[in-house]
C-alpha cells in the first residue's frame, strides 16, 4: 500500500463552501488528543494524529488554508470524448461568503482549457485515516464535484457528485467508487456504489465522510435532522 495525499476537487463549474477534518496516521497534531494513543473516533477508531481546517474563521478562507493545503494550478489533458483540458487556476479557489469557495469558470467555445479549482494537501505520506468535509455541492447542470485521496489511477478513493445526471435535482445522488475496481482483471461491483439517500438535501451544508483502512473503505453522509438516521454507509472491499 503507497500511503496517498488527500485531494479536494471540482472538475467543472461553480462555487462551494466548506470545512474539513481529517483524523490520520500522518499528520502535525493541531490538538489535544483524545486518547494517550491518539485520537479516538465516533466509530471508536484509534488514529494518531489531527487536522482540522476550518473555512469560518475570522482570518478568511483563504488564510485557513495555512501551510497544509496547495492550491492547484497545472493543466490535466483530457482525453476520449473530452473537447478541452483540465486548468488549474488559483483565482478559482476563493473566499466565498462565510467560507472557501471553489469554482470552475463555463466553458468558453473553441479554447483547449477549462479554468476549474482544486485544493490538496502539502502532506503525501497519508496512509489510512478519517476524512471529512461539510460542503455544499453544486447545482448547475454539468458539475462534477470531488472529495477524495489520490495517487494514481489504480490508487485512489472517490465522492463525486455529477450534476449532468437526469434526476440530480433531487440533491440526493452520490458515486462511492475505490480504485482499482477490478480483482484479477474481473470487475469487483462492491467497488463502486451509484447511491441515491432518500431525505437528503446536498445543497444545504452535510457531513461527507471516508474511513479509510487496510482491506476496506466505509462512506457516510450525515443528516442532523434525521436523527433515526444518522448516517449512510457503504462498505467497500478492495485488494
Request: net charge negative; glycine share 6%.
Amino acid at each position: 500500500m503507497i500511503p496517498l495525499p488527500s485531494r479536494f476537487i471540482t472538475p467543472c463549474s461553480i462555487l462551494l463552501a466548506f470545512s474539513l477534518t481529517h483524523v490520520t496516521d500522518a499528520f502535525v497534531i493541531p490538538k489535544r488528543a483524545s486518547c494517550a494513543c491518539g485520537y479516538i473516533d465516533d466509530q471508536g477508531h484509534v488514529w494518531r494524529e489531527a487536522l482540522t481546517n476550518d473555512f469560518t474563521q475570522s482570518a478568511g478562507a483563504i488564510a485557513a488554508l495555512g501551510n497544509d493545503w496547495i492550491i492547484a494550478t497545472d493543466n490535466e489533458p483530457q482525453s476520449g470524448t473530452a473537447t478541452a483540458n483540465i486548468q488549474y487556476v488559483s483565482q478559482n479557489v476563493m473566499q466565498y461568503n462565510d467560507a472557501l469557495g471553489i469554482q470552475a469558470s463555463a466553458y468558453t467555445s473553441g479554447s483547449s482549457n477549462v479554468d476549474c479549482g482544486e485544493i490538496f494537501t502539502e502532506r503525501s505520506d497519508i496512509l489510512y485515516g478519517s476524512f471529512r468535509m461539510r460542503a455544499v455541492v453544486p447545482t448547475v447542470p454539468g458539475v462534477v464535484f470531488g472529495f477524495f485521496s489520490y495517487k494514481s489511477d489504480t490508487q485512489e478513493q472517490d465522492i463525486e457528485f455529477l450534476s449532468s445526471d437526469s434526476d440530480y435535482y433531487h440533491w440526493q445522488h452520490v458515486y462511492y467508487t475505490d480504485q482499482p475496481g477490478t480483482v484479477n482483471g474481473v470487475v469487483d461491483a462492491n467497488a463502486h456504489k451509484d447511491v441515491e439517500i432518500n431525505g437528503a438535501d446536498f445543497t444545504a451544508f452535510g457531513e461527507h465522510r471516508f474511513d479509510w483502512f487496510q482491506t476496506s473503505t466505509n462512506y457516510y453522509y450525515t443528516m442532523v435532522k434525521y436523527q433515526f438516521h444518522p448516517y449512510y454507509r457503504w462498505l467497500l472491499v478492495w485488494f
